[in-house]
């Protein structure tokens, strides 16, 4: 092997691709080419380590006693733990002929010194060692942005003025200043409202209003605001999802300036926005279905510049919300839109749905109101989504099923029947309706029913357990040696992991009563109230990214027309990616057997 192609080799493990140049060069120069025959030793606790092996043609076992643990095979190094700690409490066997690559202790721990993100690899958990893999896969031009905070962005300086002030004198200020609005302080304390030009034009042009009056009855409230260390990337979701075109940006609690969506739209030059745009403005179901029509579009762009899934997936759940919101209000008579909750639940509620999968909606209609008078409105709003591209749902939860069309007092009785000796069904309809959201209408009829699940969970402690069981019904397709289980070289991500983590922390977040439905937050929340260790909730959040990143990836690659299921074909991933996914389900295994113990599910028949 030439030079050139060892540093190419070299280059394909991570992290030796974190090395400088000369770094690298310095590794190649240090490495020796060796053979060793079948059932040799190579370090153990009595054999001290002598080199980081990095194979090239064979099979080397980890074992801890005789119980074989790992197997390593090309491309794969190891032991870096021995060189870095000076012991070892595996050994090392040669399991099939070795050829392979190495480098001494001395030269090793050379490099680390040299390079601390190489280093930072090294001594890391398994979750920041995933987390670390990522951030050289998906490191591009956008990486910049989805680290960038509010407050590297422009900020323009706010003209802050008092309620009494008069709108001709608050209107000075601002073009002193230049502003854009006027933020007027309504209150003591930090209680603002804000006046922009179209309220002022709507005010004193229209209405009449004295220019002279105070300002203060004519501000609008509340104000939207975002910290300054937050993303810029929440920002563009607060703005896909209010519809606004600034943002009042504080520092704990003190208003610093305010960020204008045209100075986020140059910062990140993508089209979401003016979909949301288009949506709001759209005044036909024609005109709303060209308005939804570039969702698959923006997630691939999205996806291929490096956008780590959790954000994508929120701001396309902020589109989608939209969409309903809008169809909803189109479809459906004033008189009884506003008399009904409509909600989106399982993962359109978790705000986890990337792409169009099959619908999870459902009506909660006033126990005042005639049930079937919504009935052809709501077949009409299944049929029109279908249209728009989100498929039927296979187990018909959908608005158009009577089931998932009824009084909120019909709701109450299936509550109380989901927690009474359910069956498998019911428990899965508690799972979707507790991740539910409301997206039109009387958002208080959803609240009240969520209220009622978590008043039964008291009640019923021993279902919690029947709940949590669901997340082990299927086996991780990982071996004993941490080789994956595929058939026919594929894996069902979703029933191999990303189902066990979203199930078994549903389970966690309704024991614990944690309002949130997106799985990632209520990780965060079960490790503030030390549910889970911190250290482990990073671990699981990393582990459901990687799988769903994964998921995505496969589908774009196939394409709609071919189906949205939740296979990925592990012949097209490439090294690094298999490693993740290994570690992903190492991930995933840990976690049921902590929900073994926490629920005592061996006690559940």
């Known amino acids: 092997m030439s030079m050139h192609d060892l540093e190419a080799f070299l280059r394909s493990i991570h992290p030796f691709q974190l090395l400088s140049k000369a770094e690298m060069a310095k590794a190649i120069g240090a490495m020796n080419i060796a053979y060793y025959k079948k059932e040799t030793l190579l370090l153990s606790p009595s054999k001290p ?13 980890e074992f801890h006693e005789e119980e074989l643990l790992k197997v390593y095979s090309k491309s794969n190094s190891f032991d870096a733990d021995a060189l870095i700690y000076a012991k070892s409490e ?53 990486s910049g942005f989805m680290m960038a905070r509010v407050q590297d962005s422009y900020l323009h300086e706010p003209t802050i003025v008092e ?14 200043k230049k502003s854009s609005c006027i933020i ?90 003016l979909v949301a745009v288009q949506i709001r403005k759209a005044t036909t179901i024609d005109e709303l279905k060209q308005a939804s029509s570039d969702l698959i579009s923006i997630v691939h762009k999205l996806h291929v510049k490096g956008t780590k899934v959790d954000y994508i997936a929120k701001l396309i759940s902020e589109i989608n919300e939209k969409i309903y919101e809008k169809l909803y209000a189109m479809i459906v008579p004033e008189e009884l839109a506003t008399k009904a909750c409509l909600i989106v639940m399982g993962s359109e509620g978790r705000k986890e749905q990337l792409l ?10 006033d126990d005042a109101m005639d049930e079937s008078l919504y009935i052809p409105y709501m077949q009409r709003f299944t049929a029109t989504l279908i249209a728009f591209g989100f498929p039927r749902c296979e187990g018909n939860i959908m608005v158009s099923n009577p089931y998932w069309c009824k009084h909120k007092s019909a709701y109450h009785k299936e509550i109380v029947r989901w927690f009474d000796a359910p069956s498998m069904e019911d428990v899965m309809n508690l799972a979707i309706f507790f991740d539910a959201i409301p997206v039109a209408g009387n958002a208080s009829m959803l609240r009240s029913l969520k209220a009622e699940v978590f008043e039964y969970v008291e009640e019923q402690s021993p279902f919690l357990a029947n709940f949590a069981k669901a997340a082990t019904a299927f086996e991780t397709p ?45 990780i965060k929340k079960l490790a503030k109230l030390d549910i889970i260790d911190a250290d482990f909730a990073g671990a699981l959040i990393e582990a459901l990214d990687t799988l769903l990143n994964l998921r995505l990836k496969e589908r774009l690659a196939r394409g709609e027309e071919k189906g949205l299921d939740n296979f990925v074909n592990i012949e097209n991933l490439n090294q690094l990616e298999l490693e993740l996914l290994k570690d992903s389900f190492k991930i995933v295994n840990k976690f049921k057997k902590f929900l073994t113990h926490h629920f005592k599910l061996s006690m559940v028949i």
């Open 49 to 61: 380590a002598e080199f980081l092996y990095i194979i090239i043609k064979g099979e080397v076992g």
């Open 90 to 142: 595996n050994s090392f066997k040669v399991l099939e002929e070795l050829i392979c690559y190495e480098l001494k202790k001395e030269d090793f721990l050379s490099l680390l010194d040299s390079n601390k993100t190489f280093k930072a690899y090294f001594i890391q958990d398994l979750a920041n060692k995933i987390q670390s893999a990522k951030a050289k896969e998906y490191t591009t031009e956008l």
């Open 163 to 176: 309620k009494e002030c008069s709108i001709m004198e608050a209107l000075r200020q601002m073009e002193a």
């Open 184 to 273: 007027v302080r309504s209150g003591e304390g930090y209680e603002y409202g804000i006046v922009t030009d179209s309220v002022v034009r709507r005010h004193v042009l229209f209405n009449e209003y004295d220019k002279h009056a105070a300002i203060g009855p004519i501000a609008l409230h509340p104000i939207i605001t975002i910290e300054a260390d937050d993303y810029l990337f929440n920002a563009l979701l607060s703005f896909t999802k209010h519809s606004i075109k600034r943002i009042v940006v504080t520092r704990d609690g003190e208003i610093i300036g305010i960020l204008e969506q045209l100075d986020l739209l140059s910062y990140f030059a993508n089209h979401t926005y």
């Open 356 to 365: 169009k999968t099959d619908q999870d909606n459902a009506l909660i209609i």
């Open 478 to 522: 990982i071996g004993i040696f941490t080789n994956l289980i595929a058939q026919n070289n594929k894996i069902d991500v979703k029933k191999g992991g990303i189902f066990p983590i979203v199930q078994g922390i549903r389970a966690l977040a309704l024991e614990h009563k944690i309002e949130p439905t997106d799985t990632v937050t209520r």
